[in-house]
């Protein structure tokens, strides 16, 4: 910094007859002409060095970094061009998948605080990058400092596979890459292995441009290698060696075999890789990736934590091509039709849940829950691997047409937004679960859980389908229902008083996602009480009556869940205590909680799940219907295991 300063003061002399002047007065004059011309200095600041931040703080709230889906439109051309963008994204303590509390967000078009933003300057030492730095992206492996993406939503294999394409661009402009394909080997994956297969030319088409434009390598060999593995029960090799050659890995696709154990450890598998390529790769000098195809969340979950550990030694990013979880429960269900009759049949698969372990009941009011609602997100294992190596978890589309059970035409897409302050804790199990522990309120709900568990407790399965219609038999199959059902009814009616013991913590609880969980539980408990209650009504007069179905073809009765009560008779009044007046009056507590679910939690899963239970309406009765007899001799056809 440089100035231009006066070179002297002009002394000031005493004129004649002023001899007595006082020092005080000359002392004043030096020092007023000293500052004079000190206001003229002038200071020269090259433009290079003034370096100013200008921050737009909208108050009162704090910016925080945010996770966004991205949504991509499907295409299988081949571009030709190429954009640069950086596959995984910094992400602090507040992102909301680690455990730590995410702030409140409002709609940007709504938040009032936009309106007036106010604008401070401060100066700062900040140096702008240059055009050789602006090149470089965010990824994998930068110190540990970026974790990945918790859901990139995708319309597709096409745009997945567009996807995938430019993060092995990004990562091939900092060294050679060695990818790994694992693909799923259960029965509901051949459609999605065949499909990937047809466009797998995406990848490598695109990747041929880029090095003939670029001119930065010699050959495809020279920078990209691929290896095709499967996994089941056990983990399988359909390449002999890594290889750039296109025909090859759609040939070693088309090897994989169906694993009839029906077991997927897609954490052992995982591991599998990074111990036979890792040294390869670092002798190499090639970036290890790991691609895993898989319509499950995977048996090993107990193993997630070694397998992350495994990619962080290898410094390998897993990238997922998955599905939506089911909220809050584990199972999904697949339509198979079996060859030899052609019947229908619902086999279970692991979908879920979103988080370290189930916060909502896994039970629905009769037996375990047989619904498909999507909670918006992948499952726990696959969003927590992907987001710990720095990879990326594409969510593909949610409605899936082998899929069976409430919920499966239902729009599976929610927007971020809505979801910011209900996205699960993504912290390890061992540390979620001590979280949950020292949280009373949050402990509450878990005990509801795991005692309303139709996987643990066969006692809470009652008989919905297929009642006889010869009257002894369904004497015998209702008695059975008839005493699980109150026994039910006590278990919620526990369930209740456990969740009221809590109430008071609600307001305090900080986490959006508990409370609303808190809400819809104890609405389902006080609606399923209710439905039990109307059961226990609907056994009892079928008894009484014993009718007849009106179609000579039907063979069977189904209890129906419908919007009108079954008013009680005198006799069935006097031996429980409860008219009718009671039954509504329920019913209308039940109604109103499920509504303000939705009204205070709107366009979530929970929402979702409020407005289907209200849909359902809370009676039962006895419809009659016909079950296919060939069902019962099934002996000799062979149903996989998904």
């Not at 007023?32 to 108050?59: N, Y």
Request: with cysteine; glycine share 8%; proline share 4%.
């Amino acid at each position: 910094m440089t100035g231009v300063v006066p070179a002297s003061v002009n002394r000031i002399a005493a004129k004649p007859g002023r001899s007595m002047m006082s020092g005080l007065v000359v002392s004043f004059l030096i020092h007023g002409v000293t500052l004079l011309a000190l206001s003229f200095v002038v200071f020269k600041l090259p433009i290079a060095q003034l370096q100013m931040i200008v921050d737009s703080v909208v108050m009162p709230e704090e910016r925080t970094q945010e996770e966004f889906n991205h949504e991509v439109e499907q295409s299988t051309a081949a571009v030709e061009t190429v954009n640069y963008v950086a596959g995984s994204m910094a992400t602090g303590s507040g992102s909301g998948g680690d455990g730590s509390p995410v702030v409140a967000q409002q709609r940007l078009d709504a938040a009032a605080s936009l309106k007036e933003p106010t604008v401070n300057v401060s100066f700062g030492n900040m140096s702008l990058p240059g055009l050789k730095m602006i090149s470089h992206d965010l990824g994998s492996g930068q110190g540990g400092q970026v974790t990945g993406d918790i859901g990139r939503v995708v319309e597709g294999y096409g745009g997945a596979l567009g996807q995938m394409t430019l993060e092995l661009l990004r990562l091939m402009r900092e060294q050679r890459v060695l990818v790994v394909w694992l693909f799923d080997e259960s029965d509901s994956m051949k459609d999605d292995q065949k499909e990937i297969r047809e466009r797998f030319h995406k990848v490598y088409e695109e990747l041929g441009l880029v090095q003939k434009s670029e001119g930065k390598h010699k050959t495809a060999d020279d920078v990209l290698l691929s290896s095709v593995m499967s996994f089941g029960k056990e983990t399988h090799e359909h390449t002999p060696k890594p290889t750039s050659n296109g025909e090859e890995i759609k040939a070693a696709i088309d090897k994989i075999q169906i694993d009839e154990s029906g077991v997927e450890n897609i954490c052992a598998a995982i591991q599998n890789v990074t111990k036979k390529y890792s040294t390869m790769a670092r002798n190499q000098k090639r970036k290890l990736v790991i691609i895993v195809v898989s319509d499950e969340s995977g048996d090993d979950g107990n193993e997630l934590e070694e397998a992350i550990d495994s990619c962080r030694r290898a410094k390998a990013p897993v990238y997922i091509l998955g599905h939506y979880s089911v909220f809050g429960y584990p199972y999904a269900h697949v339509r198979w039709i079996d060859p030899k009759y052609g019947l229908h049949h619902w086999l279970p698969i692991n979908r879920g849940p979103e988080t370290a372990e189930p916060e909502c009941l896994q039970f629905d009011g009769l037996h375990a829950r047989w619904d498909v609602f999507s909670s918006g997100l992948g499952p726990y294992e696959q969003v927590r691997i992907a987001k710990q190596t720095g990879g990326i978890f594409f969510m593909l589309p949610g409605n899936e047409d082998n899929l069976t059970g409430a919920g499966t035409n239902e729009e599976r897409k929610f927007d971020l937004l809505d979801m910011k302050e209900y996205l699960p804790d993504l912290s390890s199990r061992q540390v979620y679960i001590k979280d949950r522990m020292d949280h009373k309120f949050r402990e509450a709900q878990w005990q509801v859980v795991a005692t309303l568990n139709p996987h643990k407790d066969a006692e809470l399965s009652m008989q919905e389908l297929w009642y006889s219609i010869e009257p002894a038999v369904f004497d015998e199959q209702g008695g059975v229902t008839f005493k699980r059902a109150i026994r039910a009814m006590g278990m919620l009616n526990d369930s209740v008083r456990v969740l009221d013991s809590v109430k008071k913590s609600r307001d305090k609880e900080t986490s959006s996602r508990w409370r609303a969980n808190y809400d819809l539980m104890h609405a389902q408990c006080l609606a399923y009480r209710v439905r039990l209650f109307q059961l226990l009504l609907s056994l009892d007069q079928h008894k009484k009556n014993h009718p007849v179905p009106a179609n000579p073809m039907n063979n069977g009765w189904n209890i129906l869940r419908v919007a009108d009560l079954l008013q009680p008779d005198k006799e069935q009044i006097k031996q429980t205590k409860v008219d009718f007046d009671e039954l509504k009056k329920q019913q209308d507590n039940a109604r109103q909680e499920f509504e303000a679910v939705i009204e205070n939690h709107p366009r979530t899963p929970y929402a979702r799940r409020a407005r289907w239970e209200l849909d359902s309406g809370f009676g039962m009765k006895f419809v009659e219907g016909f079950h296919d007899p060939r069902y019962n001799n099934t002996k000799d056809i062979k149903v996989p295991k998904q």
